[in-house]
């Protein structure tokens, strides 16, 4: 036995066979009786066209319903639940399928909602941390980031939205659907970067969550700390050693100063290498100094001039910020020294720029020359590496020192596109009522 189609296709052939029924036993009561042409005309018509008329207002009543049902189905599965069952019959099985959709529908409503709002608290506090946190959808397409993103890629994340992992500098392997593997496509970039991903399911999707955490600041902290505990204890056992040293070997010099003459000579040289060594180990501890700060809003127009004051030479300034949390002592200090670096690989009395601009909640600094540049960037701020004849080495290390100790962060680049350096001091900005 076939079966039919559709239920259309069934309800017509149920109408269609009744009607042949019908007109079979109409046909054998014409026949029998010898019923005229009128009559037969005149019973056809007032009992077929009322049959047709009932049997189409049957089908639509039966089928209507579920065209219904079918459209606000289509319009949940493209999540618009805004469409309404409302059948013309308020009881049976219509009624009952209808109602069950409508309650499904509000139920998924619920739930997208429910999901909407889960997903806008996880993209808020994305937004509002300050590390680079990355979205990306199972193909490896941007989908949303936070500013501390667009940072690290040097654009807007907004503009780079649906590009590939990899034209952000991030390889993007999944081996299977639960198996995906991160990296970087630059290695070195490895050093300073640790980056950490995870499976997130938003609104029935799935994402990569790619958290990009600054590991050079934590090692860097690391290193200080441990250096600053072992100067301060190297330093105190060095001078206790020295210092006595020093002293027998100029008592020693008074003794013998007439007597032996070579011995004296030794003892002269002991003294001098001691006193040398000493000045060393002082300025050595000099670098893990750690200072009294106070931090108040400081007028950056007021301090560039203060600055620009101390020097015979030609520095230009724009400043275009008003105030910059920090300690005016130590900042004067460490734009002196800076100004002073540019001064002295500067050529023919090029000017000198000191700029500042605000960026978000920081302050930035600048020194710009037109001088030879860095030749090794790696050492600037190793203690005692110096390419200065007279130079000792210690003043970009003291700098920076003086710069972290106002929760601020000191740079020195070469300029891109054209020759010398930036020396750039990052500060948190203030208002002047703070």
């Known amino acids: 036995m076939m079966l039919p189609k559709s239920l259309e296709h069934l309800l017509v052939s149920c109408f269609v066979g009744f009607a042949l029924i019908i007109g079979a036993l109409l046909a054998t009561l014409f026949y029998l009786t010898d019923t005229s042409l009128l009559l037969m005309l005149t019973i056809v018509v007032v009992v077929l066209i009322p049959m047709i008329i009932a049997a189409t207002v049957c089908f639509r009543a039966m089928t209507k319903p579920f065209y219904n049902l079918s459209a606000m189905l289509e319009a949940i599965r493209y999540e618009d639940y805004s469409l309404r069952a409302n059948p013309k019959f308020t009881q049976g099985a219509v009624k009952t399928l209808s109602d069950e959709v409508t309650l499904m529908a509000l139920d998924l409503q619920a739930r ?86 995870s499976q997130l399911s938003m609104q029935g999707l799935q994402y990569q969550l790619v958290v990009l955490t600054n590991i050079e600041q934590v090692v860097y902290q690391t290193e200080q700390t441990a250096w600053h505990k072992m100067t301060k204890v190297l330093s105190h056992e060095i001078n206790n050693s020295l210092a006595p040293i020093k002293s027998l070997a100029q008592s020693l010099e008074q003794m013998l100063a007439e007597h032996e003459p070579d011995v004296l000579d030794a003892l002269s040289v002991i003294g001098a290498r001691s006193d040398g060594l000493m000045k060393f180990v002082n300025r050595y501890a000099n670098l893990a100094t750690e200072y009294d700060v106070h931090l108040t809003p400081i007028n950056v127009e007021e301090c560039a001039e203060s600055v620009m004051g101390l020097f015979d030479y030609p520095i230009a300034k724009d400043i275009k910020v008003a105030w910059v949390l920090a300690d005016k002592v130590l900042l004067e200090q460490v734009l002196v020294n800076l100004v002073k670096n540019s001064i002295e690989a500067s050529k023919d009395r090029a000017t000198i720029l000191i700029n500042a601009h605000q960026q978000g909640e920081q302050v930035v600094i600048s020194v710009v020359d037109s001088g030879s540049g860095i030749a090794n960037p790696d050492n600037l701020f190793v203690p005692f590496y110096t390419t200065k004849i007279q130079g000792k080495g210690i003043g970009l290390t003291l700098c920076r020192n003086m710069v972290e100790q106002q929760g601020g962060k000191l740079s020195v680049t070469n300029r891109l596109n054209t020759q010398g350096v930036i020396a750039s001091v990052v500060l948190a900005a203030a208002n002047r009522d703070e």
Not at 150 to 157: A, D, R, V
Not at 158 to 178: C, D, E, I, V
Not at 182 to 191: C, D, G, H, I, K
Request: proline residues 3%; positive net charge.
């Open 112 to 197: 997208k909602q429910h999901y909407d709002q889960q997903a806008v608290l996880v993209l808020g506090l994305i937004e509002q941390l300050a590390t680079p946190i990355a979205l990306f959808d199972q193909d490896g397409r941007l989908q949303h980031a936070n500013d501390a993103f667009s940072l690290w890629c040097h654009k807007p994340w907004r503009n780079l939205k649906s590009s590939h992992a990899s034209q952000l500098g991030l390889t993007f392997n999944q081996q299977s659907a639960q198996l995906v593997h991160w990296t970087f496509a630059e290695p070195s970039l490895a050093a300073k970067w640790q980056l950490r991903h």
